[in-house]
């Protein structure tokens, strides 16, 4: 998997943000690690599951918000002195990298998402958002966001 050309792209990127990508991994890489371990992908309910079908088809990493919680369109950005993830209590570190949208930090890039801004049962509207990077074509990254969408509107 390593030596395909989207996860390449994505272990050069987590290596120029100061991740290693074989301590932190890639999510296509932690995916199948999982399923290795687990002898299969489990099941975490919609909208997850469509975006791990999503992930391991194209490589392109993929995240879920609460439409109705977002202002505006989302970005990454490193965040600014006493930002936080709304929802938890802890301040991130300056500099952190997040998904923000005009207001504030809505998740953390490869990482944990607001609570305000997390799908939950009650959530009528699903945003779902594609990181992409330097080397990978956009036409895998609208492949990967069309092919989570179509699985969220066929369930």
Excluded at 63 to 84: M, N, V, W, Y
Excluded at 107 to 115: I, K, M, N, Q, Y
Aim: aromatic letters at 6%.
């Amino acid at each position: 998997m390593r030596e395909r050309p989207i996860p390449w792209a994505y272990r050069v990127f987590f290596r120029q943000i100061g991740l290693d990508p074989d301590r932190t991994r890639i999510p296509i890489e932690q995916l199948a690690i999982e399923r290795l371990r687990d002898g299969a992908f489990k099941t975490r309910g919609l909208p997850a599951d469509a975006l791990t079908i999503a992930t391991v088809e194209t490589g392109i990493p993929l995240r879920a918000f609460d439409a109705d919680q977002l202002e505006g369109k989302l970005c990454i950005r490193d965040t600014a002195p006493g930002e936080s993830l709304a929802g938890v209590s802890a301040e991130l570190p300056q500099g952190t990298l997040v998904l923000a949208d005009e207001r504030a930090p809505v998740g953390v890039l490869f990482g944990a998402t607001s609570e305000q801004h997390g799908v939950e049962q009650e959530t009528r509207r699903v945003a779902i958002a594609a990181i992409g990077v330097n080397g990978v074509p956009q036409l895998a990254v609208e492949e990967a966001l069309w092919m989570a969408a179509a699985a969220v509107e066929s369930a």
